[in-house]
């Protein structure tokens, strides 16, 4: 959330259209996109009035680099300037239509919206991607909407970057991890980088004492080892060793996200002898994107909600779906930070490998409440691209009623209907969940993707 983005400011107008209220809308408004936090506005100087004026300006717009490039319709302009604009750059396009001034019996003063119209049609057949926003520079939706198309193209540029690590592939079984490497790199963005677990848990078994120390203390400083079921010494420091062995392998192989083959090799003795759901955990608290079960999938719809939210998010399944209340539970591998008030994290042995109590590590405690969205990424029935289901709903007190970490949520469109769509139409069984509702940024990001969308509410 931290990156600058470049954003082209084009205010349009035809030459006999243009006035004093226009100008001074168009300082207004550049001025605005300018105080939204990390913009950096380019160019919207003047006004851009015809097709010379527009590819001079764009000439040095190149040169600069740009991230989006806001099209501010101050009265009607004609539809050759914004793909030339948008292909040139590369970038996604705002659309931000005017409402129109009372004519009070003249003329026609902005025909803003036709332009908007015609605009989207031009973009739309272009496949490029556009939001619209609709308002004047005074109203507080159109802030809103201007700084979600902004949150939005951080985004689309982030997956556009993004290297996902799969130590290990999917685990055994389960299809619903599988992935088409090509299918996500053409539509979506980002590139898988296969890895092995054998050289996680070599670089885990040499690592420097030194090394293990410390990241020993920074497990300690998210939970603390539970006082009867604490994991054995050497398990926890296996733990630490591979939290550490997997952030070396993010520097070295460049990665934004990983996903881990959890099991079964790294339980069995002869590989590495324990559970990982608290080391995923603890990478996700420090800042890197873990996912168990090697679902790649759902680390790129992850990565989306940590960047679109700025929070941390939780990589879960839905244990139960009916009455007035659903729960979305993991073995012990959700980030400390998700911890709700009041309750401590601990680290313990997981309740269900070798019949329980056996091996470490799980890190147990109920989630916060809050307002939630749940978004699954997956393919379409045929492969030829992708579908996104979208759900939102809030999370309500929850004690640790069963081992993992737990969270009962009431879901805006009930149990059932939810509970329907998943089964009837075959939706995978991992769900990434973040806290706010997220639903008009992931609908702009599907947009802009051309991604199929199924929203629950």
């Known amino acids: 959330m931290d990156k600058t983005m470049k954003v082209v400011y084009l205010p349009l107008t035809k030459a006999n259209w243009t006035n004093a209220e226009l100008e001074k809308a168009r300082e207004k408004s550049r001025a605005f996109l300018a105080a939204i936090p990390g913009v950096t506005v380019i160019g919207g100087d003047r006004m ?39 292909r040139a750059l590369n970038t996604p396009v705002v659309l931000w239509s005017i409402p129109e001034p009372p004519p009070n019996g003249g003329r026609l003063r902005a025909n803003s919206f036709c332009a908007a119209n015609m605009n989207s049609h031009i973009l739309y057949k272009l496949f490029i991607p556009y939001f619209n926003v609709f308002g004047s520079i005074s109203d507080e939706n159109t802030a809103k909407e201007l700084t979600r198309a902004v949150n939005v193209t951080r985004t689309l540029k982030k997956l556009k970057d993004l290297r996902v690590g799969s130590i ?7 299809f619903t991890s599988d992935y088409d490497e090509m299918l996500l ?7 898988v980088i296969p890895l092995t677990t054998l050289e996680a848990v070599a670089m885990a078994k040499n690592l420097a004492p030194a090394e ?8 300690l400083k998210d939970a603390s080892l539970h006082a009867l079921d604490a994991p054995a010494d ?3 420091e296996k733990s630490a060793s591979f939290f550490a062995a997997v952030r070396e392998m993010m520097d070295k192989y460049m990665l934004g996200a990983v996903t881990l083959r959890c099991w079964p090799e790294v339980i069995a003795d002869e590989m590495f002898g324990i559970t990982l759901c608290s080391t995923i955990g603890h990478l996700n608290n420090h800042g890197t994107l873990a996912v168990c079960e090697g679902d790649v999938y759902a680390a790129v719809m992850l990565t989306a909600l940590r960047e679109l939210s700025g929070k941390d998010v939780f990589f879960c399944d839905l244990i139960k779906l009916d009455g007035d209340y659903g729960v979305a539970w993991h073995c012990g591998a959700a980030p400390c930070s998700l911890c709700k008030e009041g309750f401590k994290p601990e680290i313990r042995r997981s309740s269900t490998v070798g019949g329980g109590g056996v091996k470490g590590c799980v890190c147990e405690f109920p989630l916060k409440p809050g307002r939630l969205t749940f978004a699954r990424l997956g393919e379409t ?11 939102t709903g809030e999370g309500v007190d929850t004690d640790l009623f069963v081992r993992g970490n737990p969270l009962k949520v009431k879901f805006d469109a009930g149990c059932d209907a939810l509970r329907k769509e998943l089964l009837n139409n075959g939706w995978e069984h991992h769900f990434s969940m973040g806290y706010g509702d997220m639903t008009e940024e992931l609908l702009a990001l599907a947009r802009a993707l051309n991604i199929e969308v199924t929203l629950i509410q």
């Open 48 to 86: 851009i009035e015809d097709e010379a004026g527009a590819m001079s300006a764009l000439e040095r717009y190149r040169k600069e680099g740009a991230d989006l490039v806001v099209a501010h319709l101050l009265s009607f302009a004609l539809g050759v300037v914004l793909p030339r604009f948008a």
């Open 168 to 174: 290990g592939g999917r685990v055994p079984g389960f």
């Open 185 to 191: 790199r053409n539509k979506i963005g980002p590139e």
């Open 212 to 219: 293990k120390e410390e990241a020993k203390k920074l497990l």
């Open 234 to 236: 050497a398990q926890f």
């Open 381 to 391: 029935r045929d492969g030829s691209g992708f579908r996104l289901l979208i759900a």
